[in-house]
């Protein structure tokens, strides 16, 4: 009974240790702490495979070598042209404010409206109208593309939609030279 203890005791520490050593250590390690890394010296890891279950299939034996993952998908014509709408209304002064959020159309005064087309439309005709990121934060994705005008300077539209398709956030801005 007191070997029992005694060994349960023993294998809980042991299984205490690896979680006290992935902690974040509260301070920068100080140099008579940190080993030294000896030239020439190895470090022997062995992965064991996963026990793997009788239902699943063994995979197929190719000699093939895999596909690489696809790369990340680059802009789609559909939003690019989504935005380019969203730019070319504000531009004109003239929005649907159906097409926008509840939020948005608070924030979208009309002389607001006003002020932002005459500026927009001061900077001449459209150069290219580029996809440069898109940003993901849980539910909420913002598209930002660069808009290179007439005239200086260029431009970036952040714009993003809700589930409904319509506009939930936008803004309009120089890009730093």
């Known amino acids: 009974m007191i070997v029992r203890r005694l060994l349960g005791g023993a294998l809980l520490s042991g299984l205490a240790v690896p979680l006290l050593a992935a902690a974040p250590h509260p301070s920068a390690p100080r140099a008579h702490d940190v080993l030294p890394f000896l ?3 190895r470090v022997f890891a062995r992965a ?4 793997r279950d009788q239902a699943s299939p063994a995979p197929a034996a190719t000699d093939e070598p895999q596909a690489p993952p696809p790369l990340a998908t680059g802009p789609t014509p559909e ?3 989504r935005a380019r709408a969203v730019f070319e209304a504000n531009r004109a002064g003239k929005i649907d404010r159906t097409q926008y959020t509840a ?3 608070g924030r979208i005064t009309d002389a ?5 087309s005459v500026e927009l439309r001061s900077l ?3 150069k290219s109208f580029t996809q440069v990121r ?3 934060q849980g539910p909420i994705t913002l598209y930002v593309f660069r808009i290179e005008l007439a005239k200086a300077p260029v431009i970036e539209q952040v714009v993003g939609w809700n589930e409904a398709g319509q506009v939930r956030f936008l803004q309009f801005g120089a890009v730093p030279q």
């Open 48 to 51: 064991e495979p996963a026990a």
């Open 124 to 126: 001449g005709e459209v």
């Open 112 to 116: 607001e409206l006003a002020r932002a």
């Open 79 to 81: 939003i690019t042209a």
């Open 103 to 105: 939020d948005m159309n």
């Open 134 to 136: 898109k940003i993901t």
């Open 39 to 41: 030239p020439g010296a």
